[in-house]
């Protein structure tokens, strides 16, 4: 049978792609039949995991891909690189437990998360990012239209489940409702990554329940690595650089704070 009609029937279509430079480079390289053959069906294999990758990212709806190599360490010194290491492992989604993100706005919650789930995704777990906002929209539509039961299953489901922006908005009592009954789904089934910018101090008046945020943190919790993050905004950082803000040090002060 015909080369080329193989690789089609087998669905090869990187190595189809390649095959010419591949056939090229193998002659210069004088390489053996085994190692030419382990070269080609790597080529294909690397095609399908990027087209997969791909893939899984577009389904992740994450809103831009940031990765840990691109996050300034130096900048934010109070994070411990060894805990950010040890995550980037993604053993903590093999035992599905939680990473719990805090600290005012600016200072790399999103950027942590993001990266972590881009880890997942590249590991070849499925990741899903939203917006608690977003979370709740889809729980309340839900309920109204009678199919809160699927939409929870359909929550459940991704490997990684990434919630941010806690504490931005305050929630109603039936709100905090529908998502601890999301929490206690995924509860040791699927990690949920997690950035807020309020304390735990504070979750009783984010879910405005004490006894609800009580046992939200319960099951978050339980299985959990919490970074407290504190430091400067990226954001005002980047507005310093272009000269766009000085340093408070540098503002002049009230008469009363000299």
């Known amino acids: 049978m015909e080369l080329m009609h193989l690789m089609r029937q087998l669905k090869m279509e990187y190595l189809i792609a390649n095959l010419d430079a591949l056939c090229e480079q193998a002659a210069k390289q004088e390489l053996d039949y085994r190692s030419f053959l382990a070269e080609a069906l790597a080529t294909e294999w690397a095609g399908r995991n990027q087209k997969g990758l791909e893939s899984r990212l577009r389904q992740a709806r994450i809103p831009w891909i940031k990765t840990l190599e691109q996050f300034d360490f130096d900048f ?15 053993a903590f989604v093999q035992r599905a ?19 972590l789930g881009v880890k997942a995704a590249e590991a070849g777990h499925r990741v899903l990012f939203l917006t608690l906002e977003e979370v709740m929209n889809r729980l309340k539509r839900a309920q109204q239209e009678k199919r809160l039961e699927r939409q929870l299953q359909q929550l459940t489901y991704p490997k990684v489940l990434i919630v941010d922006e806690i504490g931005y908005l ?18 040791e089934k699927g990690s949920i990554i997690l950035t807020s910018n309020k304390g735990f101090a504070d979750w ?26 504190k430091g400067e905004s990226f954001r005002l950082k980047e507005k310093r650089k272009a000269g766009l803000l000085t340093k408070a ?3 002049p002060q009230p008469e009363g704070d000299r």
């Open 249 to 251: 040090a540098n503002l």
């Open 170 to 187: 305050p929630l109603e009592r039936q709100e905090a409702s529908l998502f601890f009954r999301l929490v206690a789904r995924r509860y």
């Open 97 to 115: 437990e939680n990473v719990i993100l805090l600290g005012p706005p600016g200072v790399g919650k999103t950027h942590l998360a993001i990266a």
């Open 204 to 229: 009783g008046e984010i879910f405005a329940d004490q006894v609800v945020a009580t046992a939200i943190l319960d099951r978050l919790l339980h299985h959990a690595t919490t970074l407290n993050i």
């Open 76 to 90: 934010q010194p109070a994070i411990d690189r060894k805990v950010i290491r040890s995550l980037a492992g993604l």
